[in-house]
């Protein structure tokens, strides 16, 4: 009895920690492309030296290309292991459960109860996001070549209206993801008393509004960008 506890929680603390990178992943993600929509207020939108493109050469830079496919693969990590955990509960309790939860409280969530729904969604769009960006700028940089304009990828991204919706929806989906998943982090490490978990749910909320906020801006600046509204 107490192994398996103790196997259940090693696997949620391996869950906790992955999904810290993915926050921090966020957090970069969402700082490096705000920075197109200060281009905006600043004229320098499109422009060679624009922060959104000393930003993405920063990113080019050796040191961070060690860094990022680290973040990434904690992400990777984070997505498979969740995919793992939901199989795993499926079968050890015989029936249908989205999403490991540790208590009431937690099951009162909406997004507690479909984490596995949304990390589908937020997985699906991913790869739809790659197509758009990562596999023009930096897959072509891993493979000698030279990446195409950040201004170019997203002007012709976010130039239809669908697309943007569609960008917004797993925004959305990032949020709902991301509110349950940040003090369930810390849950997972042991600060589970009443005080603190009022604290970070209302830090969670935070956190996550504020990366997804910010992509929500840098899409919608994008839009009006590329369709010369602004």
């Known amino acids: 009895m107490a192994n398996a506890f103790h196997y259940s929680i090693g696997k949620k603390f ?6 810290a990178f993915l926050i921090f992943f966020f957090l970069l993600h969402m700082t490096i492309n705000f920075f ?6 600043t004229g320098k939108y499109g422009a060679d030296d624009g922060l959104f493109k000393l930003g993405c050469e920063f990113m080019a830079l050796p040191i961070v290309k060690l860094m990022v496919p680290v973040l990434a ?3 990777l990590v984070h997505i498979a292991y969740g995919i793992y955990l939901t199989i795993y509960n499926f079968r050890a309790r ?7 939860v540790a208590s009431k409280a937690a099951a009162d969530s909406w997004s507690a109860t479909n984490m596995f729904v949304l990390g589908i969604v937020i997985l699906g769009i991913l790869f739809f996001h790659l197509s758009h960006f990562w596999a023009k700028m930096q897959l072509l940089e ?6 195409e304009n950040p201004y170019m990828l997203l002007n012709t991204t976010f130039h239809s209206w669908i697309i943007l919706a569609v960008y917004i929806i797993w925004f959305i989906a990032i949020f709902l993801h991301l509110s349950h998943g940040f003090w369930s982090m810390f849950q997972t490490v042991g600060w589970n008393n009443q005080i603190w ?31 010369a509204l602004i």
């Open 14 to 19: 391996i869950q906790a920690v992955s999904g």
């Open 36 to 41: 197109s929509v200060i281009d905006t207020f």
């Open 73 to 75: 693969l904690g992400f």
């Open 94 to 100: 015989g029936g249908v459960k989205r999403y490991e």
């Open 142 to 147: 891993f493979m000698g070549q030279e990446a």
């Open 197 to 227: 978990m009022k604290r970070l749910k209302v830090i969670g909320i935070i956190v996550a509004a504020f990366i997804c906020l910010g992509f929500v801006t840098v899409a919608v600046n994008a839009f009006l960008q590329s369709n």
